[in-house]
């Protein structure tokens, strides 16, 4: 038996705190980032006080390629926002839809879809879901059904991509996957969790999603910038490419992202970077530096070695079973929590046993299908759900029918199933794919 140290459980003392902190938010009400901070400030003095962590260790600890990454991330996006350009791809879809609820499903889903492979779930959502209201409202029908949708399919389609959920970019640049092998392995089950949201949403809301529509939309919205938006989309494309090849020019993904901003910005005059970058949500980017420090020092105490090696015999003698536990573990954790945290916990574990010989590659894919999908399965499981439920729960006080919001209640109905689909998939990709998934070359 592994006897542990006055420091691993000084620092389980200050993780387990830490992390409490973060996933109570919602009762006590205190920005998570702050908990974060007061953990990295600890585990400093602490680790300072015991020899084995400090300021230079905690600068190293932190992946910089992540926060890079997610702050240049937002400031194109915020750019793409401003010239109007999702407010009329959302409208031209509604009109397509000729009057048919289950092909505006379809439409709007697979935009927030592919959307959510380059952009975060919560900006996803964040721009469709007020338009989804409007498209609602102007046609006379429920909104529900396509807020859940975009909730569900906005988490979904992020685990395909390397920057398409923060949980992504943790996992890659731990484990040195590059966007191609990312996207070549998280694709698949990815297209079959799409499909199966869809295929339950279409079950699960049959009633609501065949009434008759009092209203055909005819309305359209003009661009505020169509040259900028056209611009954008260029970049976007030059972006990709150079996500497709960064591995082989030595480029890391964060560098990608900078040389296409700065492409963007020398393509329009029009842009302004002081307004540009004050949408750069610093919070966010505060609890992730906090979080890496954190995780930092629980790894220098030891003690994330111990759980390791707790895992070793299961993970080498039954890789498939250990896959298949942590996918679902990862997948309740992210439901009932912040899947970030559980993350972060994660991936040293999973890269000390790498570094040890041990072939974890399987299981660094479950675990990004596990906190992935994961977050479907509450009203509370991802940022983005949280928004959407409460832009429903605006929209029932604003027109006195309760029925608009989307309660725990609703969602344990009509979320989680779609979860449990989706994650049903992914085990058996995981189990009749194993080979494929099994990378030699991590």
């Known amino acids: 038996m592994i006897e542990l140290t006055t420091p691993m459980t000084a620092s389980a003392m200050i993780l387990g705190l830490t992390f409490f902190g973060i996933f109570t938010e919602q009762f006590h009400g205190i920005e998570r980032a702050k908990f974060a901070m007061a953990g990295a400030g600890a585990i400093i003095i602490v680790g300072q006080y015991f020899g084995f962590y400090s300021p230079q260790l905690a600068l190293q600890a932190i992946d910089w390629n992540v926060v890079f990454l997610l ?5 194109i996006v915020s750019i793409m926002i401003s010239t109007g350009g999702f407010d009329h791809l959302a409208q031209y879809l509604a009109r397509i839809s000729g009057g048919s ?7 709007l889903g697979t935009a927030v879809t592919v959307i959510s492979l380059l952009i975060d779930n919560v900006t996803t959502v964040i721009i469709f879901g007020p338009l989804i209201i409007m498209i609602c409202r102007s046609m006379g029908v429920s909104p529900i059904p396509y807020l859940l949708a975009a909730a569900l399919l ?36 990815v297209l079959l969790a799409w499909l199966g949201i869809l ?52 480029w890391e993904p964060w560098l990608v992202a900078a040389a296409s901003l700065t492409l963007l910005v020398f393509m329009s005059r029009t842009i302004e970077l002081e307004a540009v970058t004050m949408q750069i949500e610093t919070p966010l980017l505060i609890f992730f530096i906090s979080l890496f420090i954190v995780v930092g020092g629980v ?28 996918l679902w573990a990862a997948a309740v954790l992210s439901a009932l929590i912040d899947n970030i945290p559980f993350t972060a916990a994660m991936i040293p574990v ?10 974890v590659s399987v299981l660094w894919w479950a675990l990004a299908m596990g906190v992935g999908m994961g977050g479907n399965g509450s009203h509370i499981g991802s940022t983005a759900n949280v928004y959407i439920v409460t832009l429903s729960e605006r929209l029932a006080r604003e027109t006195g029918n309760s029925n608009m919001a989307i309660t725990p209640l609703m969602w344990l109905r ?17 189990w009749f794919g194993y080979d494929y998934l099994f990378v030699a070359n991590l």
């Open 101 to 107: 609820q289950l092909k505006l499903l379809v439409l």
């Open 199 to 250: 295929l339950g949403m279409g079950v699960l809301f049959k009633k609501e999603l065949h009434t008759t529509i009092k209203h055909s939309f005819d309305h359209v919205v003009e661009y505020k910038n169509r040259r900028l938006w056209h611009k954008s989309l260029l970049v976007m494309l030059v972006m990709v490419a150079l996500f497709v090849v960064h591995h082989r020019i030595g």
């Open 414 to 430: 009509k979320g989680t199933p779609a979860m449990l689909v989706t994650l049903i998939l992914c085990s058996l990709f995981i």
């Open 299 to 326: 790894e220098q105490s030891g003690l994330l070695e111990v759980v390791g090696e707790s895992f070793r015999e299961i993970i080498v003698e039954r890789p498939r079973l250990a896959a298949l536990e942590l």
């Open 154 to 189: 906005s988490d979904t389609g992020g685990v395909a991509t390397l920057v398409g959920d923060p949980p992504n970019l943790m996992i890659g640049s731990a484990a040195g996957i590059n966007f191609n092998m990312f996207i070549t392995h998280m694709g698949p089950p």
């Open 350 to 359: 999973l890269a000390g046993l790498q570094h040890e010989g041990v072939n």
């Open 71 to 75: 702050a240049i991330m937002m400031v």
